[in-house]
């Protein structure tokens, strides 16, 4: 009997990549379909530049996915700079090889972001704002290379590709990150950073902007052979780029083959869009995937199809993935949130809605997804729906997620222990908010407690260095590491090398996705 996980999903690679890259847009603090745009632009340079099929597609591919590592680390920049979206929007037309400008820049958003302080205050946290931006370039850039080549492994792409998705920050004159120059920097990543820079400036000035931002910065970030190809076919490249239909466009281009995915790849992808989405906030590392477990082991408890099992898994998966177009200072705030707060992280739900609608296959998925806050008595969110819109697989999947979170730790609160949760979710269905069905079928499912977590060695980690991971991909620095377990620094240090050694990985980020995707946190 053939292997149903070999059976075609009906999901084009393109299509969900497409969807991923929206995702990205909205981590970037940049208006969806600004990575396809970027795409079509990419994809018509690389056509005038003579590369072939192979090389176009990996150039499609790095135009769509070029960030998908950079949600990593965003706690760090929200606490540095306030509105990391914000600030990454605004970075986006600034050459990186300007230090006095980017330096500029960053001390404009540290004052802001320290606008309720005292003088004194506000010039002391720039003064250790400063002491930290060295960090950027030896630490949370290449951590957002290694978590993108890590992700596009996980993906399924081919070498050549996870070579260019791990040197998002290069440039031409070896000034960035990795310290890679020239020729040295794959093809596909040349061809991707320009055109998106010049979506940046064809939006700002038209043409011209974007001609002229490619002829200042030939030599330091862009390739002078690419820019000079530009130049010369800037009409051609540019034509119809603001009435161009986005969507139907780049699915239309794709080089090569059209790949669908099968059952086993769909899964594996969702489950690295999953950890795309949840690295955004050192409290969501691996909630997506708890949830998953949680709300599939509910649903067959409570009788559900398997059809509709399998669904509700998906969607778990992917149910969060709005949650990067919110700026990550709101997911770290431990404060009460303001009413204008509130209202933006209610629209996470809604982002995810945006993410998955376009691609036809993932219409069930979507429609699943979004309803992750709804309530019985209409009090929830995005859509305030009740009782008699929302399908059991809707109701299983929002009492899995809140179950789920009750019994994570979050800024303004710590844990839930399953039997306080337990109790809450009880509560919920006396007030009419949650199905009592299904609240019993979820409590009987995990026993009143939190899925099962690995207990094999995983790499040859010791209990010990397992701890220090842990608490490494939590957030905490090293000294606050050693405070908690009672060892020194060098201690601490000395396992860190270990660790990273053993699961071969080079930076905090890298070793926090290793986390998420052996499940090995608490």
């Known amino acids: 009997m053939p292997d149903p996980s070999t059976k075609s999903s009906g999901v084009r690679l393109a299509e969900l990549m497409a969807a991923l890259s929206t995702a990205t847009d909205l981590g970037m603090g940049q208006p969806m379909e600004y990575a ?80 309720g302080n005292s003088l004194l205050q506000t010039l002391q946290a720039m003064v250790n704002g400063l002491a930290q931006m ?24 081919p070498a050549t590709f996870v070579r260019a998705a791990g040197q998002l920050y290069a440039r031409w004159d070896g000034k960035g990150t990795p310290a890679l120059k020239g020729e040295e920097i794959a093809p596909a990543f040349l061809v991707a950073a ?44 540019l034509n119809g780029l603001a009435e161009e239909p986005v969507w139907a466009t780049v699915l ?79 997911w770290g705030k431990s404060g009460a949130l303001t009413d204008r707060e509130w209202e933006k992280v209610r629209l996470h739900p809604y982002y995810t809605e945006r993410i998955l609608a376009r691609p036809a296959a993932l219409a069930p998925i979507c429609a699943l997804a979004a309803l992750h806050h709804e309530r019985l008595d209409g009090s929830g969110y995005h859509r305030n729906l009740n009782a008699a819109m929302l399908s059991p697989s809707a109701r299983v999947l929002a009492t899995a997620n809140h179950f789920c979170a009750l019994t994570e730790e979050r800024p303004h609160r710590p844990a839930c222990t399953p039997e306080m949760a337990a109790d809450e979710l009880k509560r919920q269905v006396k007030a009419g908010r949650m199905d009592g069905e299904i609240v019993n079928g979820l409590l009987a499912a ?28 939590r957030g905490q620095t090293m000294k606050q590491v050693a405070e908690q377990l009672i060892i020194s620094y060098k201690t601490v240090d000395r396992h860190v090398q270990n660790i990273y050694t053993k699961i071969g990985v080079s930076t905090r980020a890298g070793a926090t996705l290793f986390v998420m995707e052996h499940q090995l946190l608490d």
């Open 194 to 237: 320009l055109a998106q820079d010049v979506v940046i400036f064809f939006r700002i000035g038209g043409a011209d902007a974007a001609v002229n931002m490619a002829r200042e910065r030939s030599g330091g970030a862009h390739a002078p052979k690419l820019v000079e190809v530009f130049c010369r076919h800037a009409p051609q490249i």
């Open 36 to 115: 396809m745009t970027s795409c079509i632009v990419a994809v018509r340079l690389g056509e005038a530049a003579g590369l072939t099929e192979d090389e176009l597609r990996d150039v499609y591919y790095e135009a769509l996915l070029r960030y998908i590592g950079c949600n990593a680390d965003t706690y760090w920049m929200a606490s540095l700079f306030g509105d990391e979206l914000a600030f990454r929007r605004d970075f986006a037309s600034v050459d990186g090889g300007d230090s006095l400008r980017v330096m500029s820049m960053a001390l404009r958003y540290m004052r802001d972001a320290n606008a």
């Open 252 to 330: 239309a281009m794709e080089p090569g083959q059209q790949r669908v995915l099968t059952q086993n790849e769909f899964d594996n992808a969702c489950l690295a869009i999953a950890d795309f989405g949840d690295i955004k906030s050192p409290y969501f590392l691996n909630h997506s995937p708890r949830v998953a477990e949680v709300a599939s082991a509910t649903a067959a408890r409570c009788a559900l199809p398997a059809s509709d099992v399998a669904l509700i898994r998906r969607a778990a998966l992917l149910h969060d993935i709005g949650k990067v177009g919110i700026s990550a200072g709101l």
């Open 134 to 157: 060295p960090q950027v370039t030896s630490s949370f850039f290449p951590g957002h290379c290694e978590v993108a080549a890590r992700l596009a492994t996980r993906l399924g792409f």
């Open 446 to 473: 995990t026993g009143q407690g939190k899925p099962s977590t690995r207990k094999e060695t995983v790499a040859g980690l010791s209990e010990r260095e397992v701890e220090v991971l842990r608490l490494l991909a």
